[in-house]
């Protein structure tokens, strides 16, 4: 293990320059990290992102339509004093743009019968809306808790499909139970695995796999500062190299020309397009999907970082940028399982 990480460290690690230490003080993040930012965007673009991570997101209500009209709900939450406006590629869905001090947005009698999950932002409702466009049938979520993309696929298949949760981290696994209690969905089978063994418990292939995958978590620091400076370079390795095993894994459950939709709330490009060209190098049975429908102007994917070239297929795969889209750093690929 020790030697794979290291080989791992020793492609994805770039020198710092003097610039990404002057911007590594000054917006107070990890030199490797500004270094990244500098590369991938320009100086001046870098600079603009870093700047990003000051501005909060404002937090998303996604309607349960299995139990509430979304107008009638609106018109409940206003009549409380929230101000919501209609997220424009997603018409069940509303961006709280005000909130009243009480009740807070969790804590509303809507809430708590289930009419609606509340997100931190927008971001997490896009693999779900690509992985399930037009599709209804049996969905594995293999790193499930605590819940949003579980129950939001719940109320995309239901009553044509299950949905399978699975999650390795106990005191997730409540929240995620909880969710699926709070908000009455139903055809949920959950299970508690390491999704990179998660073959010994379903003895079968799926046509729908979601890979929310455990990660740095960069693309989150405006609601989580503590990000700036958790994750160290070895300790990112370390991550790449469990992001690989999980994805080169769940590959082996899908059904020829099924789909698996790899997500992380990363911007880093050791954890997107090195883990996804890791991948399509070393199977031959597997190719990048373009996204079914464009919601709005999503951003590619890059293709170089550093001495890195990544695949070329990966300008299909979707990337969410704090400065662009007013999003978490989110994003998303889709893989199709190959008859070959």
């Given at each position: 293990m020790e030697e794979e990480v290291l080989k791992i460290l020793k492609e994805i690690f770039v020198k710092p320059s003097e610039k990404a230490f002057e911007l590594s003080s000054k917006?107070?993040?990890?030199?490797?990290?500004?270094?990244?930012?500098?590369?991938?965007?320009?100086?001046?673009?870098?600079?603009?992102?870093?700047?990003?991570?000051?501005?909060?997101?404002?937090p998303v209500i996604r309607v349960n339509t299995l139990l509430v009209d979304p107008d009638t709900l609106k018109s409940s939450l206003?009549?409380?004093?929230?101000?919501?406006?209609?997220?424009?590629?997603?018409?069940?869905?509303f961006k709280i743009q005000e909130a009243p001090e009480q009740p807070s947005p969790g804590a509303t009698i809507e809430y708590l019968k289930g009419y609606y999950y509340l997100h931190r932002d927008s971001s997490s409702l896009l693999p779900v809306?690509?992985?399930?466009?037009?599709?209804?049938?049996?969905?594995?979520?293999?790193?499930?808790?605590?819940g949003g993309k579980t129950t939001f696929l719940a109320e995309r298949v239901h009553g044509k499909g299950f949905v399978y949760a699975n999650d390795l981290v106990l005191r997730r696994l409540r929240s995620l139970i909880g969710?699926?209690?709070?908000?009455?969905?139903?055809?949920?089978?959950?299970?508690?695995?390491?999704?990179?063994?998660?073959?010994?418990?379903?003895?079968?292939?799926?046509e729908r796999i979601l890979l929310d995958a455990p990660c740095s978590g960069e693309g989150r620091i405006s609601v989580d500062p503590g990000r700036r400076f958790r994750t160290s370079i070895y300790e990112l390795a370390l991550m790449v190299k469990r992001e690989i095993e999980l994805l080169d894994s769940l590959i082996n459950l899908l059904d020829d020309d099924g789909i698996i939709a790899y997500s992380t709330c990363s911007i880093a490009p050791e954890e997107n397009e090195y883990v996804v060209s890791k991948i399509l190098r070393k199977r031959s049975d597997v190719e990048v999907a373009p996204p079914p429908v464009k919601l709005f102007n999503y951003s590619?994917?890059?293709?170089?970082?550093?001495d890195l070239l990544f695949h070329e297929e990966l300008e299909k795969c979707v990337r969410l940028w704090p400065h662009v889209h007013g999003t978490f750093g989110f994003t998303t690929c889709l893989l199709r399982k190959t008859r070959r």
């Open positions: 917006y107070r993040v990890l030199p490797y990290m500004a270094e990244r930012y500098v590369r991938m965007l320009g100086e001046e673009e870098a600079v603009e992102l870093l700047k990003s991570f000051e501005k909060p997101v404002k206003e009549a409380k004093g929230f101000r919501l406006e209609r997220i424009s590629w997603f018409e069940n869905a809306l690509l992985l399930t466009h037009e599709y209804k049938g049996d969905v594995l979520d293999a790193c499930a808790a605590p969710h699926i209690t709070r908000m009455r969905v139903e055809s949920v089978v959950v299970s508690w695995s390491d999704a990179r063994k998660i073959s010994k418990v379903f003895n079968r292939k799926f590619s994917w890059i293709k170089k970082y550093g």
